[in-house]
């Protein structure tokens, strides 16, 4: 299993950025029972998680980006995506994709870094 996070950059505070993550190598099935995260890494800071999306399509979010962010899922895809709006400096940080399967474990994407600038 493979994730390929993609669509980090650099923008101006307020503006919006969209991040995607694809799991080429899960199996459509297992991709559909799998549960979707976005966590961060700060500079300087521990990884944080930012949002979760169950099999269902649940999400959680953390208090820091209610409200301004979105996680979706295409399982005929097999993407996640994190929709960020209204972005801020302190959103600034390297964005990990992760899966968390009861079939095939626990993987992380390579990370990709947004800056947001004022």
């Known amino acids: 299993v493979q994730l390929q996070a993609s669509g980090g950059g650099s923008v101006q505070a307020g503006g919006s950025q969209r991040l995607s993550c694809a799991a080429a190598?899960?199996?459509?099935?297992?991709?559909?029972?799998?549960?979707l995260g976005w966590y961060r890494r700060p500079p300087g800071k521990e990884r944080e998680l930012v949002a979760v999306i169950t099999k269902d399509g649940d999400a959680t979010y953390a208090d820091s980006v209610k409200g301004r962010f979105t996680i979706s899922r295409d399982s005929a895809r097999k993407k996640v995506y994190l929709q960020m709006n209204s972005l801020k400096p302190e959103d600034t940080a390297v964005y990990y994709c992760?899966?968390?399967?009861?079939?095939?474990?626990?993987?992380w994407g390579q990370g990709t870094l947004v800056t947001v600038s004022s």
């Open positions: 190598r899960m199996i459509t099935s297992v991709f559909s029972a799998t549960t």
């Open positions: 992760n899966s968390r399967s009861p079939v095939v474990g626990e993987y």
